[in-house]
């Protein structure tokens, strides 16, 4: 009998091991995932994913991730009554690398600004011009739902108030049924001079300017915010057009691109790097591209110049 009581035992020993096993790793694998829930859900949603599934409603709470500045010093908001009616393929910065943008159409009409985003994904059904708590007080029908493009990725059509300044919009994920704040800057940059009623710029003639040698204050915006360049940098004024040299912080770039056009190194070997560019205008940043060999490959990398007419002597 003794014998047979032993064994009981140890059978309801191992048992009650085994429970507690099962229960320790659940409990350890729900901890785990807590330091990172809200990252990990989050990734999910750019993952490819069928669009027969069932809409879900949008009533859950906002979530609300931290946030990467999109506006860059210096930009100059720019409105629709500053912009001819047209299209134009125009760049978009966004606070979250997971609300993946990888092409966008500007549409100005009328005074209005629309623009038409393709998404990275399919993970978020809808988008609403404002704040997740905004969006939850709202009637489903005033979202911005996605339509399908033929290779199967989501597209949005957003209202855009002005370019080069932050706008609010926020993303319904699918997988976690929650909204994701977000703020996105649409850029001017991209934009051909000629889509502008008026320049944004004041120019040479604009100034007064008489041929001659200046000097003047610069500054650069964009990349990795590592790099600079020298200021004030050496302005050239001849027959009404300027020229300005730039001298960058490093050695490692090896042409730079000014309205489509490629420009050499005037530096000399082991002197930071430096050209002679074209200034189109003043007190307006003014896209330009870099290429730096400081990597592993070579990068060509968007940068703004903005100089200032007011420090010109």
Not at 92 to 101: A, P, R, T, Y
Request: aromatic fraction near 8%; include cysteine; proline fraction near 5%.
């Amino acid at each position: 009998m003794k014998k047979w009581k032993l064994v009981i035992l140890c059978a309801a020993v191992l048992t009650a091991a085994a429970g507690c096993g099962k229960t320790n790793e659940a409990t350890t694998g729900a901890a785990a995932g807590d330091t990172s829930a809200a990252v990990t859900e989050e990734q999910k949603t750019e993952a490819p994913a069928s669009t027969t599934e069932a809409v879900t409603e949008p009533a859950t709470e906002p979530v609300t991730v931290e946030k990467v500045e999109v506006v860059s010093e210096g930009m100059v908001p720019v409105n629709a009554d500053q912009l001819k009616d047209g299209s134009y393929e125009i760049t978009v910065k966004s606070s979250s690398s997971m609300f993946n943008i990888e092409n966008c159409t500007l549409t100005v009409q009328d005074g209005k600004m629309t623009a038409k985003m393709i998404m990275g994904g399919t993970g978020y059904l809808y988008i609403f011009p404002g704040t997740g708590d905004e969006a939850t007080a709202k009637d489903q029908s005033e979202y911005i739902p996605f339509t399908e493009e033929a290779d199967g990725r989501h597209s949005f059509t957003f209202p855009v108030p002005a370019l080069n300044q932050a706008v609010n919009c926020t993303a319904f994920s699918k997988k976690k049924e929650s909204w994701y704040d977000r703020e996105l800057c649409f850029e001017a940059t991209a934009l051909p001079m000629d889509a502008y009623t008026v320049l944004p710029y004041k120019t040479v003639e604009d100034l007064g300017l008489a041929d001659g040698t200046y000097t003047v204050d610069v500054t650069l915006s964009g990349g990795s915010g590592r790099a600079s360049v020298e200021s004030p940098a050496e302005l050239k004024i001849e027959q009404g057009v300027a020229t300005a040299k730039i001298i960058w912080s490093s050695s490692k770039y090896d042409f730079m691109m000014v309205n489509g056009t490629k420009y050499e190194p005037v530096s000399g070997e082991g002197e930071n790097s430096a050209y002679l560019i074209p200034v189109d205008g003043f007190d307006y940043p003014l896209p330009v591209q870099a290429d730096t060999t400081a990597m592993s490959e070579a990068h060509l990398i968007d940068y703004t110049l903005q100089f200032d007419s007011n420090s010109i002597k």
